[in-house]
């Protein structure tokens, strides 16, 4: 079954942060072209949100080779009803 998403996006460089709350746990994703990290599971929407920054910018960096004071903090948005995530547990 499908259904929309409940959390909130970012974008960090050209990755997409998304936080996403399932019942009592959050789950993290940072996408990108060629990469989708998955994050462990959260208990609270700012936790949810730091893991998801420090994934990105610990990628980031030992990846692309960018320094931490090259990225901007994400400006956080709701997910709305365009935010389709296929989750399989």
Do not use: N
Not at 11 to 28: A, K, Y
Not at 37 to 47: E, I, M, N, P, V
């Amino acid at each position: 079954m499908f259904r929309a998403l409940s959390g909130f996006k970012a974008q960090c460089d050209d990755l997409s942060l998304m936080v996403v709350s399932e019942f009592d746990e959050w789950r993290v994703i940072v996408h990108g072209p060629g990469v989708l990290l998955q994050g462990s599971r959260q208990y609270g929407q700012a936790k949810a949100k730091d893991h998801a920054l420090l994934m990105a910018k610990t990628y980031l960096e030992e990846v692309k080779g960018k320094g931490p004071q090259e990225l901007p903090e994400p400006d956080w948005q709701p997910t709305g009803p365009e935010d389709w995530l296929v989750w399989k547990s």
